[in-house]
């Protein structure tokens, strides 16, 4: 099949697009710049669509990056707090629809390019914190993209169903250089290991029973 | 109910926007620059703002033009058919997943702004040509936007069982000033007269039996 990976730059996404290609996909990488306060992942998709050999296209709507009102992750005057995903202080790191915006985009690229499906990377430890990560919401968007354009643009979300250290898991039998992938929702020189995405990170390796080759701060 | 009005500055969107402030609603207007040929309708749509002394934000996303692929709309490779909405070449002007694009930013901002539904002027006369003006489309994204944040986001769209006739008609009863609204592909001047959107308005003024106060070239 011809899809568009949605990649981020982050573990999950990356293993996805690994996974897509051992499938024998034909793949193409898309990369949404939305203001994110992590921009850095998106140089480590890019490093990593250069590894695989695969197009990769970046998309620069950093315009966006103010319309979302109070999240740490596009808002200069919200602080990123750190803990773990479960806790209610969580919810500041929520970009309001986001992930709807980035399939969106990347379906109107994907028919423009002639592919048959996109893929998203969300996963069964997100749900707690993310509304755009649910089952229900894949769903209602799954049936969204199969009828907005004359064919329908599939909606592949393999991870649903599967937790971060299952993902962990797998990219460790697809050969993923963990250490090419970014997660912090900091964006700093190095993982802050402090904030909910670094704290998830380092849990999924250990529940995953494997090595963690990140360099933390903390 | 407060609601974020996704305006073009074409009659539709104008009209629904009227319509939305005649109930009483507590009304912003997001307009979205996706690299349209006709960006003049964007203009429009600030002056309309302007006159209804409401809250008007422009989001510029203009980098989105090349993602398309082949649309009249957004590529300076492909000439605006001329013709009815009917005829098959009438497809050139689909610009792919646009509105799904639309309502998910206007949504992303919509509940950064506080707001708890979007309005948007799909109607009856766009389905034949239009995927994602179609009831069944529709019906997708209410789902998906009420699932989309930790509450729903309400997509109204009041217009997609009536005609651009009806719309005319109700657009004269709330005192819209037609001629301060863009329909044309071209983007010129003046109204074109001859390309899909044209043919349409005049249609519905014909329809509605009423002046058209459109200057068309031919």
New interface residues.
């Given amino acids: 099949m011809k899809i568009t990976s949605v990649l981020s730059g982050g573990l999950d996404s990356t293993v996805l697009t690994y996974k897509l290609l051992a499938e024998g996909h034909s793949v193409r990488a898309v990369s949404i710049c939305y203001g994110q306060r992590h921009q850095r992942e998106l140089s480590y998709a890019a490093r990593t669509t250069r590894k695989l050999g695969i197009p990769w296209?970046m998309?620069?709507?950093s315009?966006?990056k103010d319309?979302?009102?109070?999240s740490s992750q596009t808002s200069n005057n919200v602080t990123v707090p750190h803990g773990h995903y479960e806790e209610e202080v969580m919810?500041l790191t929520?970009?309001?629809?986001?992930?709807?915006?980035l399939?969106?985009?990347a379906?109107?690229?994907a028919?423009?390019?002639?592919d048959e499906a996109i893929a998203y990377a969300a996963h069964a430890g997100d749900h707690a914190i993310y509304?755009?990560c649910?089952p229900?919401?894949v769903d209602?968007?799954v049936?969204?993209?199969?009828?907005?354009?004359?064919g329908p643009?599939i909606l592949l979300a393999p991870f649903l169903g599967i937790t971060k250290a299952d993902i962990v898991k797998l990219g460790d039998s697809l050969g993923v250089p963990f250490a090419e992938t970014w997660s912090c929702y900091e964006g700093g020189e190095r993982h802050c290991g402090q904030c909910g995405t670094c704290i998830e990170r380092k849990e999924a390796f250990v529940l995953a029973g494997m090595v963690d080759p990140t360099e933390y701060l903390a």
């Avoid at 049936?143 to 004359?150: E, G, K, M, N, V």
């Fill in positions: 296209r998309i620069d709507l315009v966006l319309i979302f009102g109070k919810k929520v970009v309001p629809n986001r992930n709807m915006i399939l969106a985009v379906a109107g690229w028919i423009g390019q002639g509304p755009d649910r229900v919401f209602a968007m049936r969204a993209l199969q009828l907005c354009h004359y643009v």
